[in-house]
């Protein structure tokens, strides 16, 4: 039910427990295990983002970057500084793709497989403790269940609440229209 017809209804909608928020119980075990590979990544001076792009470059020849910004979840403003970094420390490459001046093609550099053969033991070992204290068919059962809620989510009809409007008392909270998300566009856009 969107909100405006649950407003109609006339129901106040009583909000599950902030521990049973699924977004928020994600979170925590994101952050759980996250933290166990933060130390390993500080040791070698990459942060995760790094690590994500690097490890998603291991699996391809190359990639264009807006495939890249898709394979890893980051937000291509984020992946363009991330790459400028990568690049000056010579653990990509780019090359313009054939045919397209405006595309970049993105592979990892000897020096950026050097980095992911080296921070690999540690990696591997973090694993297998978690896999320890988790338990292997646990792991691999979280794992499988993940998959499957991602896939249902993604399965649902694209959430849609633009036919929506919020009463006076709530927008005066939130202000008169959507907000711009992002840095604000400089000139006379």
């Not at 980095?115 to 694993?127: N, Q, T």
Request: hydrophobic share 40%.
């Amino acid at each position: 039910m969107s909100g405006e017809a649950n407003r109609r209804a006339g129901g106040r909608v009583r909000l599950r427990s902030f521990s049973s928020s699924l977004p928020m119980t994600l979170m925590l075990a994101r952050e759980a295990v996250m933290q166990r590979f933060r130390s390993a990544l500080h040791l070698f001076n990459i942060t995760e983002q790094q690590w994500r792009v690097l490890r998603a470059l291991t699996a391809v020849e190359r990639i264009e970057v807006t495939a890249l910004a898709a394979a890893t979840y980051l937000l291509p403003p984020s992946l363009s500084r991330i790459l400028k970094d990568l690049e000056a420390r010579g653990l990509i490459l780019r090359q313009v793709a054939d045919g397209d001046l405006r595309k970049s093609l993105i592979a990892i550099s000897p020096d950026g497989l050097r980095l992911i053969d080296a921070v690999a033991p540690y990696s591997e070992a973090i694993y297998a403790e978690i896999t320890d204290a988790f338990g292997p068919e646990k792991l691999a059962d979280l794992q499988r269940l993940l998959r499957d809620l991602a896939d249902s989510a993604n399965a649902l009809p694209p959430a849609d609440y633009s036919a929506d409007s919020l009463p006076p008392e709530i927008r005066d909270i939130v202000g008169p229209g959507p907000r711009q998300r992002g840095r604000p566009r400089s000139g006379s856009d």
